[in-house]
């Protein structure tokens, strides 16, 4: 097992700061992160985490990327930048990855994320700056406000330990959803995404298109992957778009006393054993915690994360698996699956009662979760959703881009994790095709059909 200590606590971790702003102390333990000068703003970030200069001063590329039709990014975005942001915006959706891309409008430096947020931006207007890690702003600028809003919230457990919105446990540190653009000097967001109203298309069309960009994708990635087998149909998915490669590796994690954890491993292990794949098994304890190693790394993981997920989760990442892995995840498909409006009764219209419904009953009565949603509507203008679902634009966006992005701070500390269908052109795809096709998964089953039809003589979970 590899050592875990204050060096891995912000694995993957990046922080930039402006020019002649507030003096920064960067942590002793982060002595190590690379400087890099992006004109009136610094970055330091961690020596994994791949940093690339597209245009001097003015373009700029933190995390790892791939063009989904194989294109040079570093010189399609050069052209695109001699032309007008909308040409960049349109290089930016055929992307998937994991990473931030800065780039210059107006003399301002802009920042934005993946499609899917996976690498978490944390931000302080107060300190102009902003970090990979709520605790890392924190510890950088030591400033602390909390905000009693959110800790109330959490407190009367009215939101499943969701924060409503953009906000977090300090009224001064906020976090950047997917789909938007953030002005560096000014701090103000600006929606990217939707731009045009989607076109309807059939399955089949989304489904040829889907396959075409992740095979392209795949062709590219030199690492290793790290797979997840579960009975679920998200798993059978990503197994279908691999083709159930044997290259890769594989694994599952159980719990004898979570039954759904069982189905898991029982299906995996047939699916590994039909596809011959490489396949270990994880076990999870459920009294993690008790051993000296075990409470220093959990003391870790609180500094790392606000939404916990499971300290020991991210113990076995690390325990098992190497770092030199991609960890490839299979979430994001509910974006086209109506998620939100499939598990509850939500209004036609977007409103700050059927954002509080998807937390609970309770929110829906809850002034301070109605006050939350309402600003975070306002903030990330999701009254701009064209011919698109706004809840499904809100569970894409603040689902995927606050919830998830925190549980991947987790497995940081192990790996860099990667979700082949985390392109806005892929997703596009998945909510282009008709709300009956959406709603009863057709593109991730002919998806299963075409390329890996005896994937479906397993049990779904």
Not at 331 to 339: A, D, K, L
Not at 380 to 405: C, F, I, Q, V
Request: neutral net charge.
């Amino acid at each position: 097992m590899r050592p875990v200590d204050t060096l891995f606590m912000y694995r993957l971790g990046y922080l930039v700061y402006e020019k002649g702003a507030a003096p920064f102390s960067i942590p002793e333990s982060l002595s190590h992160w690379i400087i890099e000068d992006m004109g009136d703003h610094i970055l330091a970030h961690d020596p994994n985490l791949a940093f690339q200069t597209i245009v001097d001063s003015d373009v700029f590329l933190l995390g790892t990327a791939w063009h989904i039709r194989g294109e040079s990014i570093g010189e399609t975005l050069r052209q695109a930048y001699r032309s007008d942001e909308k040409a960049v915006l349109d290089v930016l959706d055929d992307l998937a990855g994991r990473y931030l891309f800065f780039y210059r409008l107006d003399g301002n430096l802009q920042v934005t994320q993946d499609a899917l947020g996976m690498r978490s931006l944390f931000y302080s207007v107060s300190s102009r700056c902003l970090g990979s890690h709520y605790h890392l702003i924190r510890a950088v600028t030591g400033k602390k406000e909390p905000f009693e809003d959110v800790s109330s919230v959490l407190k009367r457990k009215v939101t499943s330990n969701m924060i409503p919105g953009h906000f977090t446990p300090d009224r001064e540190i906020f976090m950047l959803t997917p789909n938007q653009a953030m002005d560096l000097k000014t701090f103000v967001w600006h929606r990217i995404f939707p731009r045009h109203p989607h076109e309807d298309i059939t399955v089949d069309e989304a489904v040829e298109s889907i396959d075409r960009a992740v095979r392209c994708l795949l062709e590219q990635i030199k690492q290793r992957l790290l797979v997840p087998i579960t009975a679920g149909l998200d798993s059978r998915s990503t197994l279908a778009l691999l083709r159930c490669q044997p290259r890769h590796q594989y694994f599952t994690y159980s719990q004898a006393s979570v039954r759904s954890l069982q189905t898991d491993l029982n299906v995996a292990i047939e699916i590994a054993r039909t596809f011959q794949l490489p396949h270990v098994k994880l076990h999870i304890r459920g009294d993690f915690g008790k051993n000296e190693d075990e409470k220093n790394f959990m003391s870790l993981l609180r500094k790392v994360t606000i939404r916990r997920h499971s300290f020991e989760v991210a113990w076995r990442y690390v325990e098992h698996f190497e770092s030199n892995y991609l960890h490839i995840r299979s979430n994001g498909y509910e974006v086209g699956r109506r998620y939100y409006r499939q598990a509850f009764s939500l209004p036609d219209e977007l409103s700050a009662e059927g954002i509080a419904r998807t937390f609970s009953r309770t929110a829906v009565k809850d002034e301070t979760v109605l006050e939350l949603s309402q600003r975070f509507i306002d903030q990330a203008k999701l009254s701009d959703h064209l011919n698109y679902d706004p809840y499904d634009l809100y569970y894409w966006e603040h689902r995927m881009g606050t919830w998830h992005a925190s549980l991947l701070l987790e497995s940081d500390l192990a790996h860099d994790s990667f979700i082949l269908i985390n392109s806005r052109h892929i997703l596009k795809q998945l909510l282009s095709v008709s709300k009956e096709a959406q709603s009863q998964g057709e593109v991730q089953k002919r998806l299963i059909e075409r390329f890996a039809p005896r994937l479906l003589d397993f049990a779904i979970n």
